[in-house]
């Protein structure tokens, strides 16, 4: 078993080998890392100086070739300024006049032609008589002279008559009106010796060369290696030099050719013809030099990481054994004294001033501290104890196996057992019977979702009586998360439960006289509500009843009063007044009697609508005014251009009876202000009067109908139910209306009413079953609900 058990154990490194090892990478690596660096580096240094001479090199020869065409070109203009027209009639003339250029002829290795304006050849030389009267309409150079008038170089052909690679130069020839009436071409034959000879023969080095090519035509012109002479130049993508090379760079670069050649190639434009040359030189012979230094780099690099490694290995292994003999040495004490017992902990040695020492005076500072945590835990340990025992709960624990580990000295002097008697038994044991399973049967299911409990069961005591028991189990659980066990807090509540069953008894009682005690309110109510509608109904039909005489009083009363053929005296007169008075009078109080039981009873319709508020204060203040002149009141107004969501009758009514109390409860020479003011979409409508005022205790009878609050007002004529009226209307239109009142100062009617929204006003709406009536009017033109009693009121 042992050998099985080496032969499974994973190496281990000792520190000081780690630490020697890591020492020994970290400088083998900075030694590859600079041999890398400096050979890479010698590298691009060694590609930029000789791209940089390459490039020199190809400069100088594209500009050899790019004199030597335009040599040519010049010589082909020059000539063909010499031809006269008249002698394009005549061939043989034509033909020694082209002969005798011998200077020019030797431009042309190819020969040359004169042809006329079909491209028809005209004269040759050398003479080929084949050729005379043969069309070259077709080939680009005669388009060029012929159709465009200019001087150019031809597609690299081909040639039919030479049966050899050639490139022909064309110039127009012309009258003396500057028209086109000819061409003069020279042709070079690629395939015998030419001026591109002196270059493309020549290696750049010993396996490089040069190419001349055409990109607009897409050919190799020619190249050291002849084989390639008008062929198709490589394809885009092939070659990533010649791709920027076709693309008008001018310069060097390192890529693979088309054949997979890895090559440092330059190029310069030839700018006559369009074309570039391109010198090419393999990277194998380029960097020739470059390698062999690299081989024998990296070789010293190698033979150098040897024999450091070796050296540094001795040596840092003996240095760090040394340096680490102290610290192996308190490492064996700290593995001798994890195996003795007893508070005491021995301190480490330490003889160096080092990391190492530094290290073990840090471990004994450690054995110190962890000293002191084992003295501070047990008397921590002793200190819940002692609270566990010294209180009145009985405490008890249970490890993940749900049996009981630990019990307090209460639980133990409350059952009578000892300590392994109680763990013995289990905390169960004593439990009553009846509550035994259902207490089982909740520890066991909050035991296993790890849930805290709280438990109610009979626990016999140490006299052998059951006494009531509640049990409030935590889970427990350790730094990491784990699950350790419960926990639980028992306390004695033998005498709670006797109390709440004498509660319980208690408020069965209780229970009993609020049942009859609501029966009896229900009862009370129902007769109130009853006794309420026949008040209703009584004002409903007493208001009626009075209507009808009044109508005929105030009928008869009107024409009385009317002009006849027998005149009323004064005294007749003033009675027949005082008659129409006084029974408008009461026909207004019946008719606020009628709106009041209409209101309370819900059979009011008030229809809500955008009433302008300025008119409407306007008019009603023209209604009032005479009243208030009479006794030399004044009345202002400040009211804004705003529209109300209200009755537009009932809205009037309500300022008219606020009008007319603050005008008849006034004193002489008083006066009356109307303000508004807008906050959140509501309007609150101020009517102020400068009159006696009303006590703060009186305020709350203010609204009661028939409610007369001040004997010193007896005078004034009401009955007390225009405010009464007045609120039920305000609240019916979704407002609300309070007062406030100083003694000897005055007193301020606010109505809280909603703004309309003018952008909907066509909108209506029918708020709680209640609507607008319509403004029943006395024959004096009046509204009736004018009078008020504010003696009622205050």
Not at 157 to 164: E, F, G, Y
Not at 433 to 456: A, K, M, N, V
Not at 547 to 565: E, H, K, Y
Not at 723 to 742: F, H, K, N, P, Y
Request: charged share 20%.
């Amino acid at each position: 078993m042992n050998s099985d058990t080496t032969a499974t154990r994973p190496v281990v490194w000792s520190l000081k080998t780690r630490i020697t090892a890591l020492t020994l990478a970290l400088f083998l690596l900075a030694i590859w890392s600079m041999t890398l660096y400096a050979t890479r580096s010698l590298r691009q240094d060694m590609t930029h100086l000789l791209g940089e001479q390459q490039f020199s090199t190809t400069t100088i020869i594209a500009a050899q070739l790019n004199a030597e065409l335009d040599t040519r070109l010049q010589a082909l203009t020059r000539v063909a300024g010499e031809i006269p027209p008249a002698l394009l009639g005549k061939r043989a003339e034509l033909q020694r006049f082209l002969e005798q250029r011998t200077t020019f002829q030797s431009l042309f290795n190819g020969g040359t032609r004169v042809r006329d304006g079909n491209a028809l050849t005209l004269a040759s030389v050398p003479y080929l008589p084949q050729q005379i009267g043969s069309s070259y309409a077709d080939r680009d150079y005669m388009v060029a002279a012929l159709k465009e008038g200019r001087t150019s170089i031809g597609r690299p052909v081909i040639s039919r008559t030479l049966n050899s690679p050639a490139i022909a130069l064309a110039a127009p020839i012309r009258d003396p009106n500057g028209k086109v009436i000819g061409a003069l071409t020279g042709v070079i034959d690629l395939g015998r010796p030419n001026f591109f000879d002196r270059i493309v023969d020549q290696r750049y080095g010993r396996t490089g060369g040069y190419l001349i090519i055409a990109p607009q035509h897409a050919l190799i012109v020619t190249a050291t290696d002849r084989s390639r002479a008008v062929s198709p130049m490589p394809v885009a993508g092939a070659n990533r030099n010649h791709d920027r090379f076709v693309g008008g760079y001018e310069g060097y670069g390192v890529a693979r050719n088309s054949r997979g050649v890895e090559e440092l190639a330059a190029a310069k434009r030839i700018a006559v013809a369009g074309w570039f040359l391109v010198s090419v030189l393999p990277t194998s012979e380029a960097f020739e030099p470059i390698v062999a230094l690299q081989a024998r780099v990296l070789l010293a690099a190698l033979v150098l990481s040897m024999l450091v490694g070796t050296v540094g290995w001795w040596f840092l292994s003996r240095m760090l054994r040394q340096q680490f003999a102290p610290m192996l040495a308190a490492s064996a004490l700290l593995a001798d004294l994890s195996q003795t017992t007893g508070p005491v902990l021995q301190p480490l040695p330490s003889a160096t001033a080092d990391e190492v020492g530094q290290l073990i005076r840090s471990f004994n500072l450690l054995l110190e501290s962890l000293a002191q945590r084992e003295a501070a835990l047990q008397e921590s340990e002793q200190h819940y104890r002692t609270l566990a025992d010294g209180g009145s709960a009985l405490i008890w624990s249970a490890g993940t196996d749900r049996l009981a580990t630990y019990f307090n000295e209460p639980w133990l002097r409350f059952t009578g057992r000892s300590l392994q008697e109680q763990i013995a038994a289990g905390w169960a044991a004593g439990v009553h019977p009846e509550d035994l399973d259902g207490c089982r049967r909740s520890y066991d299911s909050h035991f296993e979702r790890r849930q805290p409990f709280r438990l109610e069961y009979r626990l016999r005591a140490s006299d052998g009586e059951y006494r009531w028991i509640e049990d409030a189990g935590n889970p427990r659980f350790d730094r990491a998360g784990e699950f350790i066990g419960y926990i639980d807090f028992c306390q004695d509540i033998s005498e709670r439960k006797r109390a709440t069953d004498e509660l319980e008894q208690h408020r069965h009682h209780l229970e009993t006289l609020v049942a009859a005690r609501t029966a009896a309110l229900a009862s009370a109510k129902e007769a109130a509500e009853a006794a309420n509608v026949a008040k209703t109904e009584f004002l409903s039909r007493m208001s009626h009843e009075l209507r009808t005489p009044l109508n005929a009083i105030l009928g008869f009363g009107q024409l009385l009063a009317m002009p006849g053929d027998a005149p009323l005296s004064a005294e007749q007169a003033d009675s027949v007044q005082e008659i129409l008075r006084a029974g408008r009078h009461l026909l207004e109080q019946v008719n606020e009697v009628l709106d009041l039981a209409r209101v309370e009873s819900g059979r009011i319709e008030l229809t809500l609508a955008a009433v302008p508020l300025a008119p409407v204060v306007a008019e009603c203040v023209a209604l009032v005014r005479p009243l208030a002149e009479a006794r030399g009141i004044r009345i202002a107004a400040d009211i804004d251009d705003v529209a109300l969501l209200a009755d537009a009758t009932r809205l009037k009514q309500v300022i008219l009876n606020l009008l007319s109390n603050a005008i008849k409860f006034n004193r002489e020479q008083g006066a009356i202000h109307i303000a508004g003011t807008r906050s959140d979409g509501r309007l609150q409508l101020a009517v102020s009067d400068t009159g006696r005022g009303i006590a703060s205790e009186q305020l709350q009878r203010l609204f009661q109908p028939f409610e007369r609050l001040a004997s010193s007002y007896d005078g004034i004529e009401g009955s007390g139910v225009g405010l009464a009226l007045t609120q039920r209307l305000v609240e019916a239109m979704g407002g609300m209306i309070r007062i406030d009142s100083q003694v000897g100062v005055g007193s301020t009617f606010r109505c809280d009413l909603p703004l309309a929204n003018l952008a909907h006003e066509a909108a209506e709406a029918t708020a709680h079953g209640v609507g607008a009536s319509p403004d029943t009017r006395t024959s004096s033109g009046l509204p009736q609900t004018l009078a008020t009693d504010r003696m009622e009121e205050e």
